[in-house]
């Protein structure tokens, strides 16, 4: 009769044991995700005080970096390259600033970007990018925006001493 209860005790311990095992199982995989994402909040964080560190000291407010439009890149590649790793492209807005100074007659937007297209074939906005860059030239005053019927055209806003003449 001892061995009986012996055995029941036994297969007790083995049941708590895998018990316990599954549970820690289960915490391990739970501590894995956290750190994970713990991880890429670093890695952004990590993005956000260099480009804090980038623009320290600059007058102006500082203008948001160009982000590629075509595909997202992996947060693998984008720590390993660095900002400090990539070649400086210039920023959208000073390229669509420069494509405008190319013509005497407002433009659209997709005129626009086709240009850029043409002219820069790396880089790849959409038209909403175009279009969004663009007004937000027109807040600064660096382009002036004409309503034409249904459309809205852009082009380079002339500098104050071209004004007074």
């Known amino acids: 009769m001892t061995?009986?209860?012996?055995?029941?005790?036994?297969?007790?311990?083995?049941?708590?044991?895998v018990?316990?095992?599954?549970?820690?199982r289960q915490i391990q995989l739970q501590?894995?995700?956290q750190i994970t994402?713990?991880?890429?909040?670093?890695?952004?964080?990590?993005?956000?005080?260099?480009?804090?560190?980038?623009y320290d000291?600059?007058?102006?407010p500082p203008k948001l970096p160009e982000q590629p439009q075509d595909?997202?890149?992996p947060r693998s590649t984008r720590r390993a390259a660095g900002v400090k790793g990539k070649s400086r492209q210039p920023l959208l807005g000073d390229v669509l600033l420069a494509l405008l100074a190319g013509h005497d007659e407002p433009r659209q937007a997709k005129e626009v970007r086709k240009e850029l297209l043409q002219k820069h074939p790396d880089r790849n906005p959409t038209p909403q990018v175009v279009r969004n860059t663009l007004e937000s030239l027109v807040a600064k005053g660096?382009?002036?925006?004409?309503?034409?019927?249904?459309?809205v055209k852009?082009?380079?806003?002339k500098a104050p001493e071209d004004q007074r003449q």
């Open 3 to 17: 061995s009986q209860p012996a055995a029941t005790l036994g297969s007790r311990y083995v049941e708590q044991a």
């Open 19 to 24: 018990s316990d095992l599954e549970r820690n």
């Open 31 to 33: 501590l894995a995700e």
């Open 37 to 54: 994402m713990l991880k890429e909040e670093e890695a952004l964080l990590q993005d956000i005080l260099q480009l804090a560190e980038r």
């Open 57 to 60: 000291g600059l007058s102006d």
């Open 71 to 73: 595909s997202p890149v």
């Open 142 to 151: 660096h382009v002036k925006r004409h309503r034409e019927h249904h459309s």
């Open 154 to 157: 852009y082009a380079l806003a």
